[in-house]
């Protein structure tokens, strides 16, 4: 079955980067797109991105332009999000999810376990 | 703020009826991009519970439905019970905004 499996939680300071991966396995990795969506403590869902691991296309979210990468390794079917210049507001759990189809605008039909991401001095 | 507004609550007593809605603006709903539906049970990731407006993935029950109209779209869960008590989230498309894909700010339902 399609599993999304994310690397462990991170504690960052501010004004650092951080590197999120997500290894997919039971479909075909690059006939899907894959997102990134963010939750901070005790709040809604926020989107940061997407990106199709069949040619590397992006989208990202306004807010994040510039602070955020979004990459995929095809050979290894793993999905990867790097944010830069880390700030306290930045602290959330950082989901990765499948689209139902390769476009930007499907729905997600598969999540992470999330990975928390702490901003702290 | 959100792009797409939900109430912070809704709340229902188990077998009953209850609905979300979802209202946005001519750049998203009203422009006719799709909503989708997503339930997140305490201390876990989203799950997809409806697609397109109006479909469900195999797996979740007919008791949850979805509905548009206009600038808004609907979540209704019938025959409610105590597991349905979560957090549910829209999400659609808005060309406002660079392109982005956008989430309503949550409707927290409470099984009395």
């Known amino acids: 079955q399609v599993q999304l499996l994310q690397s462990g939680a991170e504690v960052m300071k501010p004004g650092a980067s951080v590197k999120v991966s997500c290894k997919a396995s039971?479909?075909?990795?690059?006939?899907?797109?894959i997102n990134w969506v963010r939750q901070a403590p005790g709040q809604g869902l926020q989107w940061m991105g997407w990106i199709s691991p069949y040619n590397g296309d992006t989208n990202y979210a306004q807010r994040l332009q510039g602070r955020v990468t979004m990459t995929t390794d095809t050979s290894t079917s793993t999905a990867y999000l790097e944010l830069r210049s880390l700030r306290s507001d930045d602290t959330a759990v950082y989901y990765c999810?499948?689209?139902?189809?390769?476009?930007?605008?499907?729905?997600?039909?598969?999540w992470g376990q999330g990975t928390l991401v702490t901003v702290s001095s | 703020q959100s792009v797409l507004t939900q109430p912070p609550s809704v709340s229902g007593a188990p077998g009953q009826r209850v609905t979300i809605s979802c209202t946005g603006s001519s750049s998203n709903i009203g422009a006719g991009y799709d909503v989708h539906w997503y339930q997140q049970l305490p201390r876990t990731a989203p799950k997809l519970l409806i697609y397109g407006y109006i479909n469900r993935p195999s797996g979740v029950p007919d008791r949850f439905s979805g509905s548009k109209s206009g600038t808004s779209a609907s979540l209704a869960i019938t025959g409610l019970q105590a597991e349905d008590e979560a957090d549910y989230y829209c999400?659609?498309?808005?060309?406002?905004?660079?392109?982005?894909?956008?989430f309503g700010g949550g409707t927290k339902l409470t099984v009395l």
């Open positions: 999810a499948k689209s139902r189809y390769r476009g930007s605008r499907a729905a997600y039909d598969s």
């Open positions: 039971g479909y075909t990795f690059t006939s899907f797109g």
């Open positions: 999400q659609s498309y808005d060309s406002s905004l660079s392109g982005s894909v956008v």
